[in-house]
């Protein structure tokens, strides 16, 4: 019977689970099992998107039957020739005698190595950047080699904005009857075998997946549909920054990352002492018997962490066999990045330590920590300094970039607390025109605190002086817009919105009304000169915080003015502000720390009001 699940009104995903293969590829296991995926589009004409494997083709047939709902089956595009993906090619031919295959010429090759059947007659080869119009739908071919075939090519629906990511953005296990990443807890339950299934599958070819990664970041991609794991249409931003990471060889995490073979347990021994002195130390662990746990979990971890131990003794003259299959299939995934400690055992030559250095300084941008600790059969006294020594040379390279340890954590926290709150200077801000618009009434300040919050939805976060006419507005509204203010940005622009109240005001009466009477599309103003970008949002969530309102807001429209770079806080204050007069000799005076205004006389007046920027006597200081 059927099991289908709807993506969209006009796209169902039609793919099936396995969770009785034991071996992915033969190598990987997988006790979680896997899906193929495969989607139909039924628009004007009908579309797949890949088949599956061969264990899976009845219950796929089903499902394909199902959702055309006796309709033909126009095209099968083949973004991925491995058999996992099309195995069911021939029988879908057999059944639906009018399909058109759409596949590069590359994937032709593979169909016919494959294959025996008449794959010309069926086949219609694209390249890149074509199209092909189904009804509604467009659908854009990018071709995306090595990730993880020659072959390999994406499919962009730039009506929906799906991305038909084939192997990219894919998972181990089963959906276990979700579809979308957004119905499990991915973080915890799935995001480790994301790693895993990355890294083994792909994660030789770095690079080939950093450049679908730039041609994706020219897409506007609201789903991603991939050919194992599941969909995501929230959050794809927390996959694809994973993405970033493994493919650019970056570790995700500062901690050590510790395999080890050992015939009687003494290495074992000195790899658990190495670990608990740096656990001591807060530096996070973990440790793999690399006999016993499947090198595709250890590969994994190893993208994951920092740093990299490897205890082995010596066999054979050699490597010990599971540790000298693991190195090579690590370096063989092209690990790099990293900084690496070994320890070696042998009870009379001992040789392993040399040659997993050897075998290791192939990778690129590898690190060694100095000494190599040699063990005579097992760990002796003396040789518990070494240990030391090896884990404070870890500690050293860890500390300086980790997430602080627990001891550094404790040992601040024992100290007096006090806030400095001119660190508060040290954080870069920027400088913003916000704008807003109730009724007939155009109004606008500044501000240094529009920052972003979160990608997918794009959101993001300001906040507003309550003193402000412009936070009224926003809060009577729900909408405003921000003008990122440029480094030419004159001092005139400071002083018109951020040294006056709109209450009494008109802050854009300055304007030539026809010339800069300047709206997106929410109607509310922004500034045109002086500004590299115009953000528009509508309030999603109103924060009260004493002083000041928290608005987030998802962005509703955006678009970039200039490629200027955008006036910093600290830019503002060293090239912009006008430098503070020199106190005339023999003559009292206070200095405005808003604007530098000089007011001069013995003493201020509790109640002044600075007449350039309206703030009062507590933002004056002494001029001496
Ligand atoms: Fe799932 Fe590279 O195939």
Redesign the pocket.
């Known amino acids: 019977m059927y099991c289908v699940k709807k993506i969209t009104d006009d796209l169902t995903w039609v793919g099936a689970n396995d969770r009785r293969l034991a071996m992915f590829e033969g190598v990987y296991s997988v006790p979680e099992g896997v899906s193929y995926n495969s989607y139909l589009l039924t628009d004007e004409k009908t579309v797949l998107f890949d088949t599956v494997d061969k264990a899976v083709t009845q219950r796929f047939m089903e499902n394909i039957a199902e959702a055309l709902g006796g309709r033909k089956l126009d095209y099968i595009v083949v973004q ?1 020739m ?1 058999p ?2 099309s195995a069911a090619l021939q029988e879908l031919i057999i059944r639906y005698p009018e399909i058109k295959i759409v596949c590069n010429a590359k994937t032709l090759v593979f169909i016919k190595q494959f294959y025996d059947f008449d794959i010309d007659s069926y086949a219609h080869t694209v390249k890149e950047n074509d199209t092909l119009i189904t009804g509604r739908h467009t659908l854009h071919f990018v071709m995306a080699p090595m990730v ?2 020659p072959e390999v090519m994406v499919t962009y629906d730039s009506v929906d904005k799906i991305l038909f990511s084939a ?1 990219a953005f894919g998972c181990f296990g089963a959906l276990n009857g979700a579809v979308f990443a957004d119905e499990v807890d991915f973080e915890k339950d799935y995001m480790d075998e994301a790693r895993r299934y990355y890294t083994n ?1 792909v994660g030789k070819y770095g690079p080939q997946v950093q450049a679908l990664l730039n041609k994706a970041s020219n897409l506007e991609i609201k789903m991603l549909c991939p ?2 794991g599941f969909v995501w249409r929230k959050n794809i931003q927390k996959l694809v920054s994973k993405y970033v990471l493994w493919s650019s060889y970056e570790p995700e995490e500062q901690g050590v990352m510790i395999a080890y073979a050992s015939v009687y347990g003494n290495t074992e021994n000195a790899a658990e002492i190495l670990s608990c002195k740096l656990r001591e130390k807060g530096v996070k662990t973990v440790m793999f018997d690399v006999s016993v746990t499947p090198a595709s979990y250890i590969v994994s971890a190893a993208f994951k962490y920092s740093h990299l131990v490897f205890a082995s003794t010596t066999y054979n003259a050699g490597i010990f066999v599971s540790m000298e299959a693991f190195i090579h299939d690590l370096a063989a995934h092209n690990i790099q990045n990293r900084t690496v400690a070994v320890i070696e055992n042998g009870s009379w030559a001992a040789a392993s330590g040399g040659l997993i250095r050897e075998q290791l300084a192939k990778c690129k941008n590898i690190n060694f920590i100095d000494n190599i600790i040699s063990l005579k059969s097992s760990v002796k006294p003396a040789q518990l300094l070494e240990i030391d020594a090896m884990a404070d040379a870890i500690i050293s390279s860890v500390l300086p970039v980790s997430s602080s340890p627990a001891s550094v954590i404790s040992e601040k926290a024992d100290k007096t607390a006090t806030v400095d709150l001119k660190t508060m200077f040290k954080l870069s801000y920027g400088l913003f025109v916000l704008t807003a618009k109730d009724g007939e009434k155009d109004n606008g300040c500044i501000i240094n605190t529009a920052v972003q919050i979160t990608q997918d939805p794009c959101r993001i976060s300001v906040a507003v002086n309550k003193s402000n006419l412009t936070h009224d507005m926003i809060l009577n509204t729900g909408e405003f817009n921000i003008s990122i203010l440029t480094e030419s940005a004159p001092f005139s622009i400071f002083e018109q919105f951020g040294f006056h109240s709109g209450r009494d005001t008109d802050k854009f009466a300055k304007f030539d009304k026809s010339a800069e009477d300047k709206r997106a599309a929410n109607n509310i103003r922004y500034i045109s000169e002086y500004t590299n970008g115009v953000i528009s949002a509508k309030v999603t969530e109103s924060l009260d915080y004493g002083t000041h309102t928290l608005f987030i807001a998802d962005v509703t429209e955006s678009f970039i003015l200039s490629n200027e770079p955008s006036v910093t806080y600290q830019y503002y204050f060293d090239h912009i502000k006008p430098k503070p007069q020199a106190p005339k000799a023999h003559v009292n005076s206070f200095i405005c720390k808003i604007c530098g205004y000089v007011y001069e006389g013995d003493s201020l007046p509790d109640d002044y009001i600075c007449p350039l920027c309206k703030h009062g006597a507590a933002d004056f200081e002494r001029n001496i």
């Open positions: 991925h491995e996992d993906h993880h075939w192997d599958i050919l194992h």
